[in-house]
C-alpha cells in the first residue's frame, strides 16, 4: 500500500471517529445518569432538547431546494465511499500475471515463491518469506528475511538486488516491480555446559 493512500486511509478513519465520538458524546450527555455524573464545566444537551421541531420542519418546506440537494449531497457520499472501498479491494494480491502472448499468464503465488527460494538461496540468510502485493501493471514485493547471526546485510542486500529482484523484474516484465525488503536477524543460541 502506498503512504500517501495509507495515510489518506488513516485521515479519513480518524475524521470519522473523531465526528462519532464528538456526536455520542454530546448524545451521552442528555441521558441523566451521564449528565449526573459529569463535571459542572462539561457542556452537556438538556434531555429535553428537541433537534427538529414543527416550526423548523415548516421553514424547511418553504424552500423546495433543500431536499434535492440533501439527496444529491447524500449520493455523492455514498458514490465516493464505493470508490474508495473499491480501491482497498483492487490493490490485493494478484493472481495471474498476463504476459505479452495472448493466454499465457504467470502465477503470482509461483513468482513469489521462487524469489522466496533463490533468496533462500543466498549466503546468510536463514529465511525467506515473499509476498506480491499490488495492481497487475505495477507489482510490489514484500520480502522478508532472517539473517544467520553472522550474515552481512550490505552483502545480502547487494546479492539480492542483483539477483532475485533482477530476475524476477525480467519474469515480471513489462510491467514494474519494486521491493520492499525487511532484514531481521536470528539470535545465537546459547550454549550449555554440562
Known amino acids: 500500500m502506498s503512504r500517501l493512500r495509507s495515510g489518506t486511509n488513516r485521515s ?3 475524521c470519522a471517529a473523531a465526528v462519532l465520538l464528538v456526536a455520542g458524546a454530546a448524545l451521552a450527555s ?8 459529569l463535571p459542572s464545566a462539561v457542556p452537556r444537551v438538556d434531555a429535553d432538547r428537541v433537534w427538529l421541531d414543527e416550526e423548523m420542519l415548516g421553514r424547511w418546506r418553504d424552500h423546495g431546494w433543500w431536499t434535492p ?10 458514490v465516493l465511499f464505493l ?15 498476463p504476459l505479452g502472448q495472448p493466454g ?8 513469489a515463491s521462487v524469489m522466496a527460494d533463490r533468496a533462500r538461496a543466498v549466503d546468510g540468510v536463514a529465511r525467506a518469506h515473499v509476498r506480491l502485493l499490488g495492481r497487475p501493471r505495477r507489482l510490489r514485493a514484500r520480502i522478508t528475511l532472517v539473517l544467520d547471526p553472522d550474515g552481512s546485510p550490505d552483502a545480502v542486500l547487494r546479492e539480492l538486488a542483483g539477483g532475485t529482484v533482477a530476475e524476477a523484474r525480467a519474469a515480471a516484465a513489462p510491467r514494474v ?18
Open 69 to 78: 440537494v440533501v439527496i444529491a449531497a447524500l449520493a455523492v457520499g455514498a
Open 104 to 111: 499465457v499468464t504467470l502465477s503470482a503465488k509461483a513468482l
Open 12 to 14: 479519513t478513519l480518524f
Open 177 to 194: 516491480l519494486e521491493a520492499d525488503v525487511r532484514l531481521t536477524t536470528r539470535a545465537h543460541r546459547a550454549r550449555r555446559i554440562h
Open 30 to 37: 442528555a441521558a441523566a445518569p451521564v449528565r449526573e455524573r
Open 83 to 97: 470508490c474508495w472501498a473499491l480501491a482497498q479491494l483492487r490493490t490485493g494480491r494478484p493472481r495471474e500475471l
